[in-house]
């Protein structure tokens, strides 16, 4: 199973990203996404997640209105919308697959992880 993340970078606040989760060598349409985010010294983060049919998502309060989760399982990709980004939000961010399918937001609930992207909002 391999997840690589990509899209991040540097962006002032106010200002939006689209982050992107390619997914390999799984099943894609039986995994629930979902994205975290861990910013130096704190605990990973849950962000978003999608089931595996996309017909339910979950975000994080602080991410509300925010922050959209969305999939393509044609393309075995999962994507996050991010707009109004703040200083706040700067961590490097993940995402995981969960086989259950269902959306979930302890990382301990996760099966498999990518690497990360690092996102960084300057002031």
């Known amino acids: 199973v391999q997840l690589v993340e990509s899209g991040g970078g540097l962006v002032q606040a106010g200002g939006s990203l689209r982050l992107s989760c390619a997914a390999s060598g799984l099943t894609f349409i039986n995994y629930a996404m979902g994205w975290f985010r861990q910013a130096p010294g704190k605990d990973r983060e849950f962000v978003a997640a999608i089931s595996r049919s996309g017909g339910d998502t979950d975000y994080a309060d602080s991410m509300k209105g925010r922050f959209t989760i969305s999939r393509d399982n044609a393309k075995k990709t999962v994507y996050l919308q991010m707009n109004s980004l703040k200083p706040e939000d700067t961590a490097v961010y993940y995402c995981?697959?969960?086989?259950?399918?269902?959306?979930?937001?302890?990382?301990?609930?996760?099966?498999?992880w990518g690497q990360g992207t690092q996102v960084t909002v300057s002031s």
């Open positions: 995981a697959a969960e086989l259950t399918g269902s959306t979930k937001d302890l990382p301990s609930e996760y099966n498999n």
